[in-house]
């Protein structure tokens, strides 16, 4: 005997139109809100979108700075740790600075030395000031002398002619005119003499002078040597890639650690070149900062550098040979943030950002562009 076959549920036609315009009203909410979603969106690209400018080829960065020793030697002492905040002209690294300050204790003896060599110079000169003073006054008595002796002849050769005087007298007044004039030379002699050496003596002052300007140098220089056995930071900032340990050699340049001022951070946006041609300095920008999810810095355009990236490559391309392929270039884009107080510690070098540029914003070179 065959089973009885269960007779086919017959639903209402009441509840089929209903359903079916429920499902009339949902289509037709959905694209109700499509529409006025694609209305409010096209308006929105129209009345800001297409002026804003967006690319996430964009980094923040510091200008670092490498701290490297003028001279060499040991190091004795590394006084900060790693990732230290530390201020401009903090100590970070003493090296060994025995022998620097042993050379800057020998100039010093021999500045002394020069000194007293200039003032022996100079007393000299001061004393053959008097020596020519007395050359001269001694010059000047043998000339009155000489004229004394020659008004003697004058007068007692009349007499000795007509024999008023004996010749024995005149010849005895002649001999000592002739040795008034010689005395008259030999002064004449030791005064010039007295004068060479005063030149002399002036020469060897300004040698004096000279010794002594090149042992200040000297004296300096070690100085500087013994300054900079002391490294100081250049700027504020925090301690990166320290590698310097006591007891290490250095040399100069050697790179000792990296200083990040973290307080200057700034970001630069690889902008393509079809994206750049309405951008200028101070235009309005909003940055993206992936480490700070919810968080936007705003800032303004600094610069835009004066070529592509391609172009500071240490192998620029050349397009000149071969197949051509033409690549979209990019130009770096320079843009000041203004960070928040409680958000400058979060900000490093390296961080990656999405930038959007307002272009609708006049910058300053806009109506110079």
Do not use: C
């Not at 021999?110 to 053959?128: F, H, P, Y």
């Not at 004096?208 to 140098?217: D, E, M, Y």
């Amino acid at each position: 005997m065959s089973a009885a076959l269960p007779s086919p549920q017959v639903i209402p036609e009441d509840t089929v139109n209903g359903q079916r315009g429920k499902a009339r009203r949902i289509l037709l909410t959905l694209a109700t809100v499509a529409v006025v979603g694609g209305v409010a969106w096209g308006a929105w690209w129209w009345i800001t979108g297409r002026f804003i400018e967006t690319t996430d080829d964009a980094y923040l960065q510091a200008d670092s700075i490498s701290v490297a020793p003028k001279i060499n030697g040991y190091v004795a002492e590394v006084l900060v740790s790693d990732n230290q905040q530390v201020k401009r002209g903090d100590i970070l690294v003493r090296l060994d600075a025995r022998k620097y300050q042993a050379v800057s204790d020998e100039a010093s003896a021999t500045i002394s030395a020069r000194n007293a060599d200039l003032a022996k110079a100079e007393a000299d000169l001061v004393q053959q000031d008097s020596t020519i003073a007395e050359a001269r006054a001694q010059l000047q008595g043998a000339e009155a002398d000489a004229r004394h002796a020659q008004t003697e002849v004058a007068r007692y050769a009349p007499l000795a002619r007509s024999g008023a005087e004996p010749e024995e007298r005149l010849a005895q007044l002649n001999n000592q005119l002739a040795q008034a004039r010689s005395t008259v030379a030999a002064k004449q002699a030791a005064l010039r003499s007295s004068q060479t050496r005063y030149g002399t003596l002036q020469a060897q002052l300004k040698q004096a002078q000279a010794q002594l300007g090149v042992a200040k140098a000297s004296e300096a220089q070690s100085q500087l040597d013994v300054d900079d056995a002391v490294i100081r930071s250049p700027l504020d900032g925090r301690v990166a890639d320290r590698g310097v340990r006591v007891g290490q050699y250095v040399q100069p340049g050697t790179r000792l650690l990296t200083v990040v001022p973290i307080s200057s951070v700034y970001l630069t946006a690889n902008y393509k070149e079809t994206q750049i041609g309405a951008m200028h300095p101070g235009q309005a920008v909003t940055v993206h900062v992936d480490a700070l999810p919810g968080r936007d810095l705003q800032g303004h355009i600094d610069s835009l550098a004066p070529g592509t990236g391609a172009q500071f490559a240490l192998l620029p391309p050349s397009n000149a040979t071969g197949n051509f392929t033409k690549i979209v270039q990019r130009v770096p884009v320079r843009i000041a943030l203004d960070v928040p107080d409680d958000l400058r510690a979060a900000l490093m070098p390296g961080l990656s950002a999405t930038v959007e540029v307002d272009t609708r914003t006049h910058g300053a070179d806009a109506n110079h562009g």
